[in-house]
């Protein structure tokens, strides 16, 4: 760790060792840490605990990945087109092992790239992928952009698009042309948009915010220090960004105004306040939830996430964020990322980790799993994102 302030000192002397003859049985075993520093990315401590560990290959029911980036944006000087992080084979044979039935690629670009996205993927592979389309960004301070946004819309949903992808671009990157300030969430140019693919029945998958730890400094005090160190351009702390509540309150207002059109807030809406979450599934109607890359919030606090999973049990969509980066283990796609998703959600299983890693990526804890009943079990896996999508369940 470069800055060095991810450092603890490790093995202090104690009195009783000061006072150990040299020699002494057991004083050079305890040597080797003394008077050193161990540093905190090199601490990998291993649970003593003696609890069972289940094994879950399978999903109980079939599943719909609701959130996965097979395909990205290539931005740039092709705008609205992709490039494949992953190959189609590829996911099918982990889909075939894992009882996943079909993976939405959300971030399906629009225009060329979109129609790329969709011959490879739905038109080649019926029923095994969704593509999502994403909004023009790159030309929302133009004149007549809402208009043309909505028809876009109308374009994609022609050519197979079956819901709309909003990265965090919204609210947190999205610049006006000319004056640089942020664009706001609830900004009133989307609002065609909006209608647009409620009235086309496109689910809206939407991410804004991110953790409250990323909006804090990267301090000794940060849960997410190691996480943060590792990527500090995800951190929204200082200069001219919303705080958290200002952006989700944002997304709020979207829902409100448009009551026909079916919002997914991505990664559990932020799961370190589930109160919160739960208000706002309490407001709006038209809000749900997916659970990618959260089953680190959701694992620490077991008792409090059953009682959401068994309430918002209709609302509540199976997701990983899964694309090929390795920068990210509880996002990396393949067989051990679905197993602990299925172990968190199908077994009572006690202190494990939440990504195949060494040290737990995202901060140091591990969780428990829910241990979710039959009927909750297979709506969150597949029966919710189906109704959403349109799929037959
Ligand atoms: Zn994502």
């Not at 075939?96 to 592979?125: F, S």
């Not at 819309?153 to 006006?176: N, P, Q, S, W, Y």
């Not at 901060?363 to 428990?368: F, P």
């Amino acid at each position: 760790m470069a800055l060095g302030a991810g450092t603890f000192a490790a093995g202090r002397q104690t009195a009783a060792d000061q006072q150990a003859p040299q020699g002494a049985p057991g004083a050079n075993a305890a040597r080797p840490l003394q008077d050193t520093v161990l540093p905190l990315e090199r601490y990998e401590p291993k649970s003593m605990l003696h609890v069972p560990e289940t094994q879950v290959p399978r999903s109980r029911f079939p599943v719909i990945d609701f959130h996965t980036h097979i395909t990205f944006a290539t931005g740039g000087a092709n705008p609205g087109g992709v490039r494949f992080s992953m190959d189609p084979a590829t996911c099918l044979a982990v889909m075939d092992r894992k009882n996943i039935r079909t993976m939405v690629d959300v971030t399906g670009g629009y225009g060329a790239g979109l129609h790329d996205a969709i011959a490879k993927l739905p038109a080649a592979h019926p029923g095994r992928f969704i593509v999502f389309t994403e909004p023009a960004w790159a030309k929302a301070s133009d004149d007549g952009y809402s208009k043309a946004q909505a028809d876009l819309i109308e374009d994609a949903h022609k050519a197979g698009a079956k819901g709309l992808k909003v990265l965090k671009t919204l609210g947190l990157f999205l610049r006006e042309r000319g004056s640089q300030n942020l664009v706001r969430i609830d900004d009133p140019r989307f609002d065609l948009m909006w209608e647009a693919v409620g009235s086309l029945k496109m689910p809206v998958a939407i991410h804004v915010s991110d953790p409250e730890a990323f909006f804090l400094p990267i301090d000794r005090f940060n849960e997410r220090y190691e996480e943060l160190h590792a990527h500090p351009d995800w951190s929204f702390h200082g200069k001219d960004y919303p705080s958290n509540r200002e952006l989700q309150e944002a997304r709020r207002n979207v829902m409100r105004r448009h009551p026909k059109t079916q919002f997914v807030c991505l990664h559990v809406a932020d799961a370190e306040d589930l109160p919160y979450v739960s208000e706002c599934l309490d407001s709006h109607p038209n809000m749900f939830v997916d659970i990618a890359a959260r089953i680190g919030e959701l694992g620490r606090q077991p008792r409090t996430a059953r009682k959401f999973f068994d309430k918002y049990q209709d609302r509540i969509v199976f997701g990983t964020d899964a694309s090929a980066s390795a920068s990210t283990p509880q996002q990396t796609f393949g067989d051990a990322l679905y197993e602990i998703y299925y172990r968190f959600l199908e077994t009572e299983d006690e202190y494990f980790d939440y990504a195949p890693a060494p040290v737990p990526p995202q901060g140091r804890w591990r969780i428990y799993g829910l241990g979710l009943s039959d009927p909750v079990l297979r709506k969150v896996y597949g029966e919710n994102a189906a109704r959403l999508i349109g799929l037959s369940a």
